[in-house]
């Protein structure tokens, strides 16, 4: 009797640990496409061609405009809504830890950071996820697409509280951002959501003044409309579970960070080339008041003969520098 007792406890743990693990070893790995119920086939073949798989090798699920407005109603207008489920998303679901990396083509309103922070607030962390569409789409509606595969492959729902404030997040920073920037809106966002614990017990009044601090340290400075915007979002937030947000957003900071430094990276490349090619573009110019004499004589021509061609070839090569420099930033932009 006693040898059970003391056995059964590791029984049970051993258990269940193996069922995590079986788990784990059916989700990780597995990849799901979700496309917009309004799109023709050859937009289809175009949407799988930038998901770099064949049609068919995964299992395809499809998203309606009703679908996308259930999450999107009230939150953004019936015209950036529209009528038609056009934007689609491929996941593959990663073991945990592994992070998450979000791909964009054809999105013109949100940015990958968007996405990775308002996933993390819907649950989910740990995914390699591309949004696209055939043609320029805003990708607020993509967030619908992602609930749904996500669901399907782990076979749990995820709280339907928390999609739709993921949504309200995505809808809030796209906006934000086109005012202050992708990177502040997101960042201030996302140190909402490190302290939703104090933000609880604030008044309308104190959380404004926090918010008011937080901006402050980006340089930003909100409007009342913005202010008011922030506000909503974090009273929608504090209606989750605060805990196992604070985990998910902890979890996704080190991505958003290399997201932010691989454009910072990019930045410095451009802006550096660019001052390269000023300068040895300007050391090139003629200085033509250089000569004393009325006439050209042979030594001002042949001068100036030689700075047409070589600033025709410095500002040539510097520009082909240039565009070499920009595509290889952006390449490593794209593996973070």
Known sequence: M????????????????????????????????????DLTDEQ????????????GSVKELTVTNKDERQYLSGVISDA???????????IEVLDAGKGMTVNTSH??????????????TAGITDAKITVTAPFDV????????????????????????AKAVSSQELAT??????????????????????????????????????????????DVTLTDDQMTQLVNLCRSLEKLDTNAL?????????TLKQLAGAKDKIASFTGKVKDVITAIGDFFIPKRGRCISPARCDPCFSYFSACRFFRRFSRTFLRLAFHFCQSRARFSFARV
Do not use: H, W
Request: hydrophobic share 45%; aromatic share 6%; with cysteine.
């Open 246 to 254: 604070l985990s998910k957003v902890q979890a996704v900071q080190d």
């Open 44 to 55: 289809i073949k175009t949407v799988y061609k930038t998901f770099g798989i064949e049609r």
């Open 2 to 37: 006693k040898f059970l007792k003391r056995a059964l406890p590791i029984v049970l743990a051993v258990c269940m640990l193996a069922s995590l693990c079986a788990v784990s070893a059916i989700d990780a790995g597995e990849t799901r496409t979700v496309i917009g119920a």
């Open 138 to 161: 805003s990708g607020t509606a993509a967030l619908t697409g992602v609930y749904k595969a996500y669901e399907d492959i782990t076979g749990t729902k995820l709280d339907e509280t």
């Open 107 to 120: 999105i013109t309103y949100c940015t990958s950071q968007m996405y990775i922070s308002a996933l993390a």
């Open 80 to 90: 950036q809504i529209g009528t038609k489920s056009i934007s689609c998303i491929s």
């Open 173 to 218: 920073t796209a906006e934000l951002a086109q005012a202050i920037g992708d990177y502040d809106s997101v960042e201030i966002v996302n140190e909402l959501k490190l302290i939703l614990n104090e933000t609880k017990d604030m008044t309308d009044a104190e959380l404004r003044a926090k918010i008011k601090e937080i901006a402050a340290k980006y």
